[in-house]
């Protein structure tokens, strides 16, 4: 049976990660600090030999751990780091759930495997140093690349978190101007395609990047869908960004917040054409079921 340990499993797509290489069969580990039980390792991914202990035997290690913002310019180069030795010295292949940041402010309106990475930001060259690290390293390593989560569970994404804690109520608020495309991806679907990667990993490159297409929406697509899920118009208001500058005066992670706003400001969309020739039997949930979900 192939194994697999998912570092940062309190996260939640290590959550996703974990429970979707569990139905496909996969003997799981789940890691994260406090975390006890069987199937469960207590482990600080920080910790080289802490996280080279937890990885032992095991052919695939996703890294999931994702800090919150603030402390991602430390957290980050130490799990990394830890993560590469860990999977020299098990010999295995590392997977990584990739975000958009990586491409910056002026990112094209479709983001492919060949796009350049161009970010300004603080968190975007984080990522771009995390990935590089990865692809030097020699160590193999598949980087699966989405949008914004639509979830399963409350877990402090965008949608459920921003745009629709209020929609019981007939209420919306959207962070961006509602004629721009925005990238989104169903968790358990990207999960999903993920495992699919790992049971074919020896047939990729070193080091391989696949884009998770997921879902190109309009603000005006995303609340017609919450709308005919729920059965009644919205009333939609504007994320107010000035009240999220504002707290960021004292908030670090408000700041970081902040620096993202872009996003929200720039057509994008991810090309999964390169994933479906990888997967070619591999189908996602119908939009408006995820949405049906996540608003559940």
Known sequence: MSSVIVLGVKGRFGRAAADAFAEAGWRVTRAGRGLSGEGCVDV???????????????????????????????????????????ARAADATVMIPGNI???????????????????????????????EAYRDSGVRTIVLRGGDFLDTKASGNWFES?????????????PGPRHLVHAWAYLPDMARAMVALAERRLEFDGFEEFGFGGYALTGHDLIALVEDVMDKPMRVSRLPWWAVGVMGLWSP?????????????????????????????????????AIATSLS
């Open 101 to 131: 940041y990586n491409y910056g402010r002026d990112m094209p309106p479709m983001l492919t495997e060949d796009t350049p990475w161009g970010a300004e930001t603080r968190k975007g060259k984080i990522r771009i140093r995390m990935e």
């Open 162 to 174: 921003y745009i629709a804690p209020k929609a019981g109520q007939g209420k919306l608020t959207y």
């Open 44 to 86: 600080d991914a920080t910790e080289t030999a802490a996280v080279v202990s937890a990885c032992a035997g095991h052919q695939v290690i996703v890294n999931a751990v994702n800090p919150l913002y603030h402390h991602w310019a430390d957290t980050v180069p130490r799990v990394t780091e830890a993560v590469i030795v860990a």
């Open 253 to 289: 992670l408000m700041r970081e917040v902040v620096e993202m706003q872009y996003i929200w400001h720039r057509p994008h969309q991810v090309d999964g054409a390169k994933l479906r020739a990888a997967l070619p039997e591999f189908r996602e949930t119908p939009v408006r079921d």
